[in-house]
């Protein structure tokens, strides 16, 4: 079946580090991929998506590229501020559209410090 | 910027008990889905529901639960008779597939369940 795996956290940077979250997956067919935030108290946040191979998702200055290739969504931000701290999930749905049943991975809590 | 509602937001149970974990989607979705967290884990889907029935469900989704639209606004979830690893994080979300994959996919704040 789909999976998820997902980088080890917590992670810890200090501010306007550079971030990297990977994020590898495995799955039938063509999925889509999505990054989600959850911030503390609050529920699961779409932070970018890419549904096809080489598309690149970005949000709020964070980017994923989709390579079919090496099976990666790996997630980045050039400059981390402390508001970007959360817990980010990787998730991918499969292509039965309507019924976007998605699968995460067990989700990496970011804590960046002043 | 509509949001699915659930509650409550936290309930504590004792094994044995039936508990029912209440949802309001966004008005206009059509999909309806139920996720759950064990502390530490990773979010794992359990339903989808679709046109007053269920579209799929998965392994952990047996039968001592079940969902409900009983009045065409709530979107309920009900486990009969709780167990100590039901203990968990309950995300309900809505969807509206007309706007594309992942667009309009909202997720709720969850509801804590803690079964002693």
Redo the contacts between chains.
């Keep these: 079946g789909d999976s ?1 795996t997902q980088m080890e956290g917590p992670v810890t940077l200090s501010e306007e580090a550079c971030l990297t979250i990977n994020c590898t997956y495995t799955a039938t067919g063509y999925p ?1 991929l ?1 990054w ?1 935030v959850q911030y503390p ?6 932070l970018l ?1 890419a ?1 096809k191979a080489d598309d690149k998702g970005s949000n709020k200055g964070f980017e994923a590229t989709y390579r079919k290739e090496t099976t990666s969504f790996h997630l980045e931000k050039g400059s981390v501020q402390v508001s970007d701290s959360a817990v980010y ?1 990787c ?1 991918l ?1 499969g292509s039965n ?11 990496t809590r970011l804590t960046i410090i002043p | 910027e509509p949001e ?1 509602t659930q509650t409550p937001s936290h309930q504590v149970t004792q094994m044995g008990q039936e508990v029912i974990l209440r949802c309001v989607p966004i008005s206009n979705h ?2 309806f ?1 139920w ?1 759950r967290q064990i502390l530490g ?5 359990l339903v ?1 529901f ?1 046109n007053n029935e269920i ?2 469900k998965s392994e952990i989704f047996d039968d001592q639960f079940s969902v409900e639209r009983p009045d065409g606004s709530n979107f309920t979830l009900k486990i009969r008779s709780t167990k100590l690893e039901d203990s968990a994080m309950y ?1 309900c ?1 809505s ?1 509206n ?1 007309d706007r594309g ?3 309009g ?6 509801t804590r369940l803690t079964v002693v």
């Design positions: 998820v889509s999505f989600y108290g609050e529920g699961l946040q779409l998506k549904t999930f998730a749905s559209f309507g019924n976007e049943k998605l699968t995460f991975g067990t989700g | 699915v059509l999909y889905y996720y884990q990773k979010v794992e889907f989808s679709y579209s799929e995300f979300a969807n597939p994959l992942g667009y996919y909202t997720f709720g704040s969850g």
